[in-house]
């Protein structure tokens, strides 16, 4: 087929990848603007509109796709856009993977096939901008990929496949973002492979819920909450925002992020916060339930280091207390 792609990050370019391996032609890409990113706070292009200048791609960035909102002239100028990609290179359908803007009607409707998504959940669980994280933040022991015809709401088009993946215990949002990452690719090319033969399920009612859009102040820690709950959080906030905790030392108070806990059942009297120990193991602390054993933490500046080299240079004693 002759498609357009909308996608960002690297969950998208990695569909995007797979649709041109399968012999499908790409004819434009949507992709948000630049940002500013690294030391130097420089521009820099999303992984899909690289992948595009890689492979000679027409891109397109527009602001916004709504013809009365902020940025009418962006939209104005990305319908033409668009009729054009549609028009004079014959595009069938639009591919659809964590683009970024929400696709008014006319957009919707502008492709004969119209557009199609690619969600990292098992919908109607988890619609909305933050999939993964949040099923690991649950505790959900499978997820996957849903491909959707997509509607004016939020998530909520139509099934045509639907391919499951199970969430390992160990597993961090950027281990199982890979792995649904090459899972989103197999199933849209899947799906594209029998597409007008493919039933359209509606979703069901019942088990409608949202992951709503990871924000930074969640990477605060809350010792009074119980370990398996922020062992969890701890694997569903890596590699962004991550889990922070306030040591105060001689020098002052400096924000160490943890990357890697592990839970454990017990009956203590220390309040909530308090290291009761701290060896090569790990660095054991009273949480609201349960004990949380932290292995792999960092200093501001510094790189992840396992307990036994983040203690030679950051020593903790028991009694100890990790707030503010």
Same mark, same amino acid.
């Given at each position: 087929?002759?498609?357009?792609?909308?996608?960002?990050?690297?969950?998208?370019?990695?569909?995007?990848?797979?649709?041109?391996?399968?012999?499908?032609?790409?004819?434009?890409?949507?992709?948000?603007?630049?940002?500013?990113?690294?030391?130097?706070?420089?521009?820099?292009?999303?992984?899909?509109?690289?992948?595009?200048?890689?492979?000679?791609?027409?891109?397109?960035?527009?602001?916004?796709?709504?013809?009365?909102?902020?940025?009418?002239?962006?939209?104005?100028?990305?319908?033409?856009?668009?009729?054009?990609?549609?028009?004079?290179?014959?595009?069938?359908?639009?591919?659809?993977?964590?683009?970024?803007?929400?696709?008014?009607?006319?957009?919707?409707?502008?492709?004969?096939?119209?557009?199609?998504?690619?969600?990292?959940?098992? &919908?109607?669980?988890?619609?909305? %901008?933050?999939?993964?994280? =949040?099923? $690991?933040? @649950?505790? !959900?022991?499978?997820? +996957?990929? *849903?491909?959707?015809?997509?509607?004016?709401?939020?998530?909520?088009?139509?099934?045509?496949?639907?391919?499951?993946?199970?969430?390992?215990?160990?597993?961090?949002?950027?281990?199982?973002?890979?792995?649904?990452?090459?899972?989103?690719?197999?199933?849209?090319?899947?799906?594209?492979?029998?597409?007008?033969?493919?039933?359209?399920?509606?979703?069901?009612?019942?088990?409608?819920?949202?992951?709503?859009?990871?924000?930074?102040?969640?990477?605060? &820690?809350?010792?009074?909450?119980? %370990?398996?709950?922020?062992? =969890?959080? $701890?694997? @569903?906030? !890596?590699?962004?925002? +991550?889990? *922070?905790?306030?040591?105060?030392?001689?020098?002052?108070?400096?924000?160490?992020?943890?990357?890697?806990?592990?839970?454990?059942?017990?009956?203590?009297?220390?309040?909530?916060?308090?290291?009761?120990?701290?060896?090569?193991?790990?660095?054991?602390?009273?949480?609201?339930?349960?004990?949380?054993?932290?292995?792999?933490?960092?200093?501001?500046?510094?790189?992840?280091?396992?307990?036994?080299?983040?203690?030679?240079?950051?020593?903790?004693?028991?009694?100890?207390?990790?707030?503010?």
């Amino acid at each position: 087929m002759r498609l357009i792609f909308a996608g960002t990050p690297e969950f998208a370019q990695v569909a995007m990848a797979a649709l041109h391996s399968a012999g499908h032609e790409i004819v434009l890409v949507l992709t948000q603007p630049d940002r500013p990113a690294g030391r130097g706070m420089k521009l820099q292009p999303s992984p899909v509109k690289q992948w595009a200048l890689d492979h000679a791609v027409p891109v397109a960035q527009p602001r916004s796709l709504r013809l009365d909102g902020k940025y009418p002239e962006d939209a104005a100028a990305a319908r033409q856009t668009l009729l054009d990609a549609k028009l004079d290179h014959q595009a069938d359908a639009m591919i659809v993977a964590a683009y970024g803007l929400i696709l008014p009607q006319w957009v919707l409707d502008l492709p004969p096939k119209g557009c199609l998504n690619i969600h990292a959940s098992l &919908l109607p669980r988890w619609r909305g %901008a933050a999939p993964i994280h =949040r099923a $690991i933040e @649950a505790g !959900d022991t499978q997820t +996957g990929i *849903t491909i959707m015809q997509m509607d004016a709401g939020l998530d909520t088009g139509d099934m045509l496949l639907v391919l499951p993946c199970a969430i390992a215990p160990t597993d961090t949002t950027a281990v199982l973002h890979d792995r649904l990452a090459a899972l989103g690719g197999q199933a849209i090319v899947q799906a594209l492979a029998s597409l007008d033969a493919l039933p359209h399920q509606l979703q069901p009612t019942e088990g409608v819920n949202y992951a709503h859009k990871i924000d930074k102040a969640e990477a605060a &820690l809350d010792w009074a909450l119980s %370990a398996e709950v922020l062992a =969890r959080r $701890i694997r @569903a906030f !890596d590699p962004f925002p +991550g889990m *922070t905790v306030p040591l105060i030392t001689d020098t002052g108070v400096e924000t160490i992020k943890l990357w890697q806990a592990t839970a454990h059942p017990s009956v203590q009297t220390a309040q909530p916060g308090t290291v009761l120990s701290a060896d090569a193991s790990g660095v054991r602390v009273a949480c609201g339930e349960g004990q949380l054993c932290l292995t792999q933490l960092q200093r501001p500046g510094g790189k992840r280091l396992g307990a036994a080299d983040f203690l030679r240079g950051c020593p903790l004693q028991p009694g100890q207390r990790l707030v503010a």
